[in-house]
């Protein structure tokens, strides 16, 4: 299995542009979360999805902020407009269901200027 | 109060010491705990899963839960240069968030 898959790896962007960030989850599991994490604030939960239905999305820090999950392998984070505090690195996880173990995807470095 | 606390170090041992990491909480709906490891520029990965109260050991790795007082531990037996990563606890209940605490960054010296 190739595990969470994100993309891109590395991602640098001006104030203002749009950003968005990608991920494939471990096939078969039902549960796909991002996450943002940053030294000040550590590990932060954005948002959820179950079978790729939102679930809870009360940590997505304000309007700017939009996920989506069109199927089961794909789901994207988009940030628009983007600004210098949204620097951080983003994370992917999925879990299957009945368990309470999440795998992480490698991360999205995101870079604001 | 945050509903996990964990000292995020840093702490730096010899090779071949015996590592203690800790964490608090304060919800008493979390019954699934779980060691994330993470190192340096990679995404966290799964070390130890606990439900509910007691011991589990994989290899080098202890985890423990006392739910009656909230507290959770990791114990890692003759520590390698390897094991220098940060060490991130992880808990929840029955609607499967996750609650990190900050991480503890740990230096295992040669």
């Known amino acids: 299995d190739a595990g969470v898959i994100q993309s891109p790896r590395h991602e640098v962007t001006e104030m203002g542009q749009e950003v968005t960030l990608r991920c494939k989850p471990i096939s078969g599991h039902d549960y796909l979360f991002w996450y943002r994490q940053t030294m000040m604030r550590g590990l932060e939960l954005l948002i959820y999805?179950?079978?790729?239905?939102?679930?809870?999305d009360s940590g997505m820090p304000e309007d700017r902020f939009s996920a989506k999950m069109p199927n089961a392998s794909f789901s994207t984070l988009k940030i628009q407009p983007s600004e210098p505090r949204d620097s951080a690195v983003y994370f992917c996880?999925?879990?299957?269901?009945?368990?309470?173990?999440?795998?992480f995807g490698p991360g999205t470095r995101l870079l604001v200027l | 109060q945050k509903e996990v606390e964990q000292d995020p170090g840093p702490l730096s041992v010899p090779e071949g010491a015996i590592v203690s990491l800790n964490c608090t909480y304060s919800?008493?709906?979390?019954?699934?705990f779980m060691w994330y490891r993470q190192y340096s520029r990679k995404g966290p990965e799964l070390l130890m899963y606990?439900?509910?109260?007691g011991n589990k050991e994989d290899g080098r790795f202890t985890a423990q839960v006392d739910k009656s007082s909230k507290y959770i531990s990791l114990f890692i037996r003759d520590s390698q240069p390897s094991d220098s990563a940060t060490y991130l606890c992880a808990m929840t209940g029955s609607n499967y968030k996750l609650t990190f605490g900050k991480g503890t960054l740990l230096t295992v010296n040669p």
């Open positions: 606990t439900y509910s109260s």
């Open positions: 919800n008493s709906a979390f019954q699934y």
């Open positions: 999805f179950n079978n790729n239905v939102p679930i809870d």
């Open positions: 996880a999925s879990r299957i269901a009945g368990t309470g173990t999440q795998y």
